[in-house]
């Protein structure tokens, strides 16, 4: 018996083109079964039915070999129909042949190995059944029928058919339950493979979406390894800090990147994350590859494996380097801002305890008789004294900038020399103030709180150039600028000019910081040393004074500012000049007195009391209102304070308007706040600076009653 049997993992399904080898071997094993059929049914001619011998040796082997060959192309079912013919062989040949109680029991195991890698499930259970019968069938036929039956020491042959029978069922019961196993096992590793497959794929997909992310975040990306490589570095990374991912990936980070100072907690941070903790938002310094400086955020955690092991740690670093240069700004601004207030505060606090301090010494001076001439020279060391202070609390509030704006015809050599001692305080002893103030130095029009503010940011930018120390000095001078001058410089108007002049002999300044010196919030100073204000204030002030600003500077040489003045005549613009007791105009009027100070309240009725005027105090703007609402007579003027709590003085003047029409409003203050940008009295002029004396008060007070409405 020979057969083809067809090699399932030769080729594919049916209609699949077959290799040509294995089309030469199934040839061959057809031809072999034909050739070696018919001799076996040649040589075994007279020993036997002729039908069965046909069946035997030809038929049912070469139906078989052609249904195997078929198996191959046609699918399954060609090789259930030759099982099928192996089992109807295994029959003839157990009647037939001698051997045929072996073939009985071989033949339909070689139908099982055939199916054992195709059939599944009800069709495996129905060729073990089917082989089991067979082969039993078979035995039966053998023992019972066939040549094996005449054997004498078979009988009785049914002892020999049980004992085969429980042979062939223990046997292909054992085999089933093998197959069974060896079924679920490969089910379960074709699932398993399938589910490794199915995550593996899921893995890689998963893979793509991080790196895509990784990639595309606009924020600097980092992993590090457990030993403190980079594993990770992605394109922000790479736009930010300048190293590419190829020097990085693979190495330690780049030791540049990190300063000196902190190379040491970095390294601890890394620890500390490798430990378990979680970094959030911690704010450090980093250099770029090219040398830049950047303020980061770090926000990064430990990695780790199912066993908890770690593997590194990932981070992500937020580029906050503008956010700190402006938060440094803000709070820059927000500190001067907060001084400035105090300064405000502080003057106008100290303004109210000098008008009742110069006050009342003028008025106990005014009432002593000529022979106390020493207690007179004495209280009026006290008046000169408070003069002094009330030109403290001046400065003051003009660093702070909350005082109304005066222009007045002013000797600029003037300012500038009774500036000189808090100049020569500010400067410091390693800078040698040096003054050259033309004797005949002509007027300018100006306010001289301005002025002064002028003089203080330029000698403030003059000492921090010169860290070492130097030479500051202020000149005066009367020029007119020549028509070439003017042609050569924008600004520059024909006519007769004051110059002031501030050079010193600092660092001076390149081209480029000259084109934006007068820029707001521009400095070259160090953080925390400048707000950028200085010089624009400056261009400021001169320009509402109609002038203009030459700036001479080189880099190593100093620095020189030349500010231009129009000159002014002296008679048209001269200030008034200062009142004495007996040209102190009186009246008869009556004012409503607003005042929170209770002694600057009671030196002003004082004074207007002795003025002829009849006055209605009160302590705050509602007590005011009260008063005006209640009083029968009329009201004439009121003189208020500009801050005072709950309500201001510009407030306290609306309403008192809306209550008695025609009352005039005069401010008294040193200190206005934001009042001046919202009261156009106070901008226009109807303003006391505090402290003032008896003769300040009265003037300011009839000027305003005989003024127009």
Request: aromatic content about 6%; charged content about 20%; some cysteine.
């Given at each position: 018996m020979t057969g083809t049997p067809g090699d399932s993992s030769t080729g594919g399904g049916p209609g699949e083109a077959w290799p040509e080898t294995y089309w030469r071997l199934a040839v061959i094993g057809l031809v072999l079964t034909l050739a070696i059929s018919f001799l076996g049914f040649v040589l075994a001619r007279g020993d036997g039915p002729e039908y069965a011998l046909a069946l035997?040796?030809?038929?049912?082997?070469?139906?078989?070999?052609?249904?195997?060959?078929l198996a191959r192309r046609g699918g399954r079912r060609y090789l259930l129909l030759a099982v099928a013919l192996l089992d109807i062989e295994?029959?003839?040949?157990?009647?037939v042949f001698a051997v045929g109680l072996a073939y009985a029991i071989l033949i339909p195991l070689i139908g099982l190995a055939l199916l054992i890698d195709s059939a599944r499930g009800r069709t495996m259970t129905v060729a073990f059944v089917g082989a089991g019968l067979t082969s039993f069938c078979g035995v039966?036929?053998?023992?019972?029928?066939?040549?094996?039956?005449?054997?004498?020491?078979?009988?009785?042959p049914f002892v020999a058919l049980i004992g085969s029978g429980i042979f062939i069922a223990y046997g292909l019961g054992h085999l089933y339950r093998l197959n069974h196993r060896r079924?679920?096992?490969?089910?379960?590793?074709?699932?398993?493979?399938?589910?490794?497959?199915?995550?593996?794929?899921?893995?890689?997909?998963?893979?793509?979406?991080?790196?895509?992310i990784i990639d595309s975040s606009p924020m600097p990306t980092q992993v590090l390894g457990s030993d403190g490589t980079v594993i990770v570095w992605n394109p922000a990374s790479e736009r930010v800090f300048g190293w590419t991912s190829g020097e990085v990936v693979g190495s330690a980070l780049p030791p540049e990147m990190t300063p000196e100072d902190d190379r040491g907690p970095s390294a601890e941070r890394i620890r500390r994350t490798m430990a378990g903790q979680v970094v959030q938002g911690e704010r450090v310094r980093r250099l770029t590859k090219d040398g830049g400086e950047l303020w980061i955020d770090i926000y990064a955690g430990p990695l780790r494996d199912r066993e908890g092991a770690p593997l590194g740690v990932a981070g992500q670093l937020v580029d906050v380097t503008e956010r700190v240069a402006l938060e440094a700004r803000l709070r820059q601004a927000a500190k001067m801002e907060a001084i400035g207030v105090l300064a405000g505060g502080i003057a106008h606090d100290f303004n109210?305890?000098?008008?009742?301090?110069?006050?009342?010494?003028?008025?106990?001076?005014?009432?002593?008789?000529?022979?106390?001439?020493?207690?007179?020279?004495?209280?009026?060391?006290?008046?000169?004294?408070?003069?002094?202070?009330?030109?403290?609390?001046?400065?003051?509030?003009?660093?702070?900038?909350?005082?109304?704006?005066?222009?007045?015809?002013?000797?600029?050599?003037?300012?500038?020399?009774?500036?000189?001692?808090?100049?020569?305080?500010?400067?410091?002893?390693?800078?040698?103030?040096?003054?050259?103030?033309?004797?005949?130095?002509?007027?300018?029009?100006?306010d001289p709180v301005q002025l002064e503010q002028v003089v203080l940011n330029l000698a403030v930018n003059a000492r921090d150039a010169m860290p070492t120390g130097g030479r500051l000095e202020i000149a005066t001078?009367?020029?007119t600028p020549d028509p070439k001058y003017i042609a050569s410089h924008p600004d520059a108007r024909p006519g007769p000019h004051v110059l002031l002049t501030v050079s010193d002999t600092g660092l001076g300044m390149d081209e480029a910081t000259l084109s934006h010196m007068f820029e707001p919030f521009f400095t070259?100073?160090?953080?925390?040393r400048g707000t950028g204000m200085g010089l624009a204030n400056v261009f400021g002030i001169v320009k509402m004074s109609d002038g203009w600003i030459e700036v001479q500077s080189e880099p190593g040489k100093g620095t020189a500012f030349t500010l231009w003045f129009p000159l002014v005549s002296e008679e048209s613009t001269a200030d008034a000049p200062a009142a004495s007791p007996a040209l102190v105009p009186r009246g008869s009027e009556t004012i409503l007195f607003v005042e929170d100070d209770a002694a600057v309240r009671g030196f002003g009725r004082r004074c207007l009391t002795d003025l002829g005027y009849t006055v209605l105090e009160a302590s705050s703007g509602s007590?005011?209102?009260?008063?005006?609402?209640?009083?029968?007579g009329s009201i004439d003027l009121l003189l208020s304070d500009v801050v005072l709590p709950g309500m201001q003085g510009p407030e306290i003047s609306r309403r008192l308007a809306a209550l008695r029409a025609g009352v005039r409003t005069l401010y008294c203050s040193g200190f206005v706040g934001n009042a001046a940008s919202t009261d156009d009295s106070i901008a226009a002029g109807a303003y006391l600076t505090k402290p003032y004396s008896r003769e300040s008060l009265g003037q300011a007070v009839r000027a305003v009653l005989d003024g127009p409405v």
């Amino acid at each position: 018996m020979t057969g083809t049997p067809g090699d399932s993992s030769t080729g594919g399904g049916p209609g699949e083109a077959w290799p040509e080898t294995y089309w030469r071997l199934a040839v061959i094993g057809l031809v072999l079964t034909l050739a070696i059929s018919f001799l076996g049914f040649v040589l075994a001619r007279g020993d036997g039915p002729e039908y069965a011998l046909a069946l035997t040796y030809v038929v049912l082997p070469i139906a078989f070999g052609t249904f195997l060959v078929l198996a191959r192309r046609g699918g399954r079912r060609y090789l259930l129909l030759a099982v099928a013919l192996l089992d109807i062989e295994t029959l003839f040949v157990s009647a037939v042949f001698a051997v045929g109680l072996a073939y009985a029991i071989l033949i339909p195991l070689i139908g099982l190995a055939l199916l054992i890698d195709s059939a599944r499930g009800r069709t495996m259970t129905v060729a073990f059944v089917g082989a089991g019968l067979t082969s039993f069938c078979g035995v039966a036929i053998a023992l019972l029928y066939g040549p094996v039956a005449q054997a004498p020491r078979l009988n009785p042959p049914f002892v020999a058919l049980i004992g085969s029978g429980i042979f062939i069922a223990y046997g292909l019961g054992h085999l089933y339950r093998l197959n069974h196993r060896r079924t679920q096992a490969l089910e379960r590793a074709g699932a398993e493979l399938i589910s490794r497959r199915a995550a593996e794929d899921e893995l890689e997909r998963t893979s793509r979406v991080l790196a895509a992310i990784i990639d595309s975040s606009p924020m600097p990306t980092q992993v590090l390894g457990s030993d403190g490589t980079v594993i990770v570095w992605n394109p922000a990374s790479e736009r930010v800090f300048g190293w590419t991912s190829g020097e990085v990936v693979g190495s330690a980070l780049p030791p540049e990147m990190t300063p000196e100072d902190d190379r040491g907690p970095s390294a601890e941070r890394i620890r500390r994350t490798m430990a378990g903790q979680v970094v959030q938002g911690e704010r450090v310094r980093r250099l770029t590859k090219d040398g830049g400086e950047l303020w980061i955020d770090i926000y990064a955690g430990p990695l780790r494996d199912r066993e908890g092991a770690p593997l590194g740690v990932a981070g992500q670093l937020v580029d906050v380097t503008e956010r700190v240069a402006l938060e440094a700004r803000l709070r820059q601004a927000a500190k001067m801002e907060a001084i400035g207030v105090l300064a405000g505060g502080i003057a106008h606090d100290f303004n109210n305890i000098l008008t009742a301090i110069r006050g009342y010494a003028d008025l106990v001076r005014r009432g002593l008789p000529e022979e106390r001439e020493r207690d007179r020279a004495d209280l009026a060391e006290v008046i000169a004294a408070a003069d002094r202070a009330t030109e403290l609390t001046r400065q003051l509030l003009a660093f702070a900038r909350k005082t109304v704006r005066e222009p007045r015809t002013l000797d600029p050599a003037a300012v500038v020399s009774e500036f000189v001692p808090m100049l020569r305080r500010l400067l410091g002893e390693d800078v040698e103030l040096v003054l050259r103030l033309a004797p005949e130095t002509g007027r300018i029009k100006a306010d001289p709180v301005q002025l002064e503010q002028v003089v203080l940011n330029l000698a403030v930018n003059a000492r921090d150039a010169m860290p070492t120390g130097g030479r500051l000095e202020i000149a005066t001078a009367n020029l007119t600028p020549d028509p070439k001058y003017i042609a050569s410089h924008p600004d520059a108007r024909p006519g007769p000019h004051v110059l002031l002049t501030v050079s010193d002999t600092g660092l001076g300044m390149d081209e480029a910081t000259l084109s934006h010196m007068f820029e707001p919030f521009f400095t070259t100073k160090e953080p925390g040393r400048g707000t950028g204000m200085g010089l624009a204030n400056v261009f400021g002030i001169v320009k509402m004074s109609d002038g203009w600003i030459e700036v001479q500077s080189e880099p190593g040489k100093g620095t020189a500012f030349t500010l231009w003045f129009p000159l002014v005549s002296e008679e048209s613009t001269a200030d008034a000049p200062a009142a004495s007791p007996a040209l102190v105009p009186r009246g008869s009027e009556t004012i409503l007195f607003v005042e929170d100070d209770a002694a600057v309240r009671g030196f002003g009725r004082r004074c207007l009391t002795d003025l002829g005027y009849t006055v209605l105090e009160a302590s705050s703007g509602s007590d005011a209102l009260a008063l005006a609402a209640s009083y029968s007579g009329s009201i004439d003027l009121l003189l208020s304070d500009v801050v005072l709590p709950g309500m201001q003085g510009p407030e306290i003047s609306r309403r008192l308007a809306a209550l008695r029409a025609g009352v005039r409003t005069l401010y008294c203050s040193g200190f206005v706040g934001n009042a001046a940008s919202t009261d156009d009295s106070i901008a226009a002029g109807a303003y006391l600076t505090k402290p003032y004396s008896r003769e300040s008060l009265g003037q300011a007070v009839r000027a305003v009653l005989d003024g127009p409405v």
